[in-house]
Structure formats: C-alpha cells, structure tokens
C-alpha cells in the first residue's frame, strides 16, 4: 500500500506539510490502538478488539486512508458479533499496513 500523501493533501484540501504532521500523529496514536488491540486478542475480549479497531477506523477513513480503514472495520465488525475468526492474522495484516508509515 502506498500512501500519496499529495493527493491526500489535495483531497482533504490542507497543505501537504499538514497532511504530513497528521500521518504522524495517526501513526503514534495507531502503535497505541495496535498495542491494545494485541492485549485484546491475547485475553479474548471482543469488546476491547473492537474498540482498538474503532479508534484505528476512525482516524484512517477521516485521512482517506481506505485500505487500513477497510481491514480495522472488518475487525471491528466481527468483534461486535463476536465471530470466530483469526484476530491474529487480521492484526498481523493491519500491523503491516501501519509500517509503511
């Protein structure tokens, strides 16, 4: 996944160094969410996925950042319901996703 940050900037109408300063403070924050999250899977609490998930979603669909914002809803979604899925992997998969920054 590449992060255009031009055309962030373009579509949120900020300047790019704007767009700069918030990808940062997206990527602090998401390493926090992330670390929760993983607290989470290890003791099963649905509710606490779900809601590192939510925070995750939140700041990357208001930066346009579609792919992280898609994968946190999914988790976010399945949580809710409490379906028995791989956390692990979807973690694994957000976590990577979060690297690039």
């Known amino acids: 996944m590449l992060?255009?940050?031009d055309l962030i900037a373009e579509q949120l109408g900020f300047k790019r160094s704007?767009?700069?300063m918030l990808l940062a403070m997206f990527?602090?924050?998401?390493a926090s969410s992330m670390q929760e999250m993983n607290a989470?899977?290890?003791?099963?609490?649905m509710q606490g996925i779900a809601d590192a998930a939510h925070a995750i979603k939140?700041?990357?669909g208001n930066l346009k950042l579609?792919?992280?914002f898609n994968l946190a809803k999914t988790i976010e979604l399945d949580a809710k319901a409490g379906e028995d899925v791989?956390?692990?992997?979807?973690?694994q998969q957000l976590k990577a996703m979060?690297?690039?920054f």
């Open 3 to 5: 992060v255009n940050r």
């Open 98 to 100: 979060l690297e690039l």
């Open 18 to 20: 704007d767009v700069d």
């Open 58 to 60: 939140g700041s990357a």
């Open 86 to 91: 791989d956390y692990r992997s979807s973690y």
């Open 40 to 45: 989470m899977i290890d003791d099963n609490n």
């Open 27 to 30: 990527s602090k924050n998401a």
């Open 66 to 68: 579609d792919d992280i």
